[in-house]
């Protein structure tokens, strides 16, 4: 079983940087892809950005190409998203997840099996 519990959220204006965490625990995740999806409200679930812990490739969505980057510290066993230059629309609830697949690109989120609580982001215009 595999443990994920997420942090950093927050109230931030149009054009900050926020970092969320997300600490993970349980055995052999390190063969897993980690996600990050979020929510807005009245609206579905929706990929945001992956990691694969092996080799740290990462992929991202359109809409966050270029302000959000993903990684992970081996050291500490955790996923964090570094969240640059964010806008209203970036508004959602956030959460950290992982797929027990390691080769396959993961976006949709029914392919993942582990999810954390989420952590609440605010963006203000």
């Known amino acids: 079983q595999v443990l994920l519990v997420e942090s950093g959220g927050g109230l931030v204006q149009a054009g900050d940087s926020l970092r969320l965490s997300c600490a993970v625990s349980g055995p052999t995740f390190s063969s897993y892809v980690m996600g990050w999806f979020r929510q807005a409200p009245g609206k579905e679930r929706e990929f945001v950005a992956a990691i694969r812990w092996s080799v740290g490739s990462a992929w991202y969505a359109d809409s966050v190409k270029g302000r959000f980057i993903i990684s992970r510290d081996n050291a500490k066993n955790t996923v964090a998203l570094q969240m640059n230059s964010l806008k209203p629309e970036d508004t959602a609830v956030y959460y950290c997840?992982?797929?027990?697949?390691?080769?396959?690109?993961?976006?949709?989120?029914?392919?993942?099996?582990?999810w954390g609580q989420g952590t609440q982001v605010i963006v203000s215009s």
């Open positions: 997840a992982a797929d027990r697949s390691p080769l396959r690109v993961a976006v949709q989120d029914h392919e993942y099996d582990y």
